[in-house]
């Protein structure tokens, strides 16, 4: 099976890809910088056993603004769409990201699944996500996960009973909260550059 790959930092257009038959796409990246107008993701995996996997971590500080829209259509039997994001908000930045995953009739045997968690880090950031599924065949397995939330009080107070400050226990929960998905990443340059990332954008930040 061939592999394409794609490792974003930023996201300053529409993206479009066509995933055919036996075919894989892996997309990886940490996004740290906003914009303004919404950006569309799109896949459509096009063929019999076509895959896509997305793994995206999204930095946000300051007023960084997300609007991500993310629209994956399966027409192929056995395919496969995992779409895996995480989101650290800090400041008054926020994220609104859709995300629409379809799997066309009589399509057998074929997997879809969306998860995005968002990690609030201050009282002014902001997360909404829309998951939409729209199943038109029996023959599948398809579903979705959603979390906005802030630091646990008990995680902070462990770290905090270990001598590390409060703003410090953020911090490293924040950090391996960011890093939770990149054991998903197959390609292991793509998973090296995820990790790099995360970390120079927690060493900036310290």
Known sequence: MSMKTLFLTEIDKDISFRVKANES???AGV???GWTHK???????DGEHARANIVLATQGCASDSFPLEIITEQRGDRSSVTIAMRSVLRDTSNIFCNGMMSIA???KGSRASFAH????LSSTSRAKIIPSL????????????VTVGRPEEEHLLYLRS???DAQSATRLLAYGFALRDAGNIRDPQMRSDFI???DEYAQAHA
């Open 25 to 27: 796409l892996e997309i």
């Open 31 to 33: 996004l740290k910088s």
């Open 134 to 145: 729209e199943i038109h065949s029996d023959d599948v397995i398809a579903g979705h996960a």
């Open 105 to 107: 009739k009589g399509v």
């Open 39 to 45: 950006r569309t993701l799109r896949i459509l995996c």
């Open 196 to 198: 790099k990332a995360i």
């Open 162 to 164: 270990r001598g590390i």
């Open 117 to 120: 968690h968002a990690l609030l």
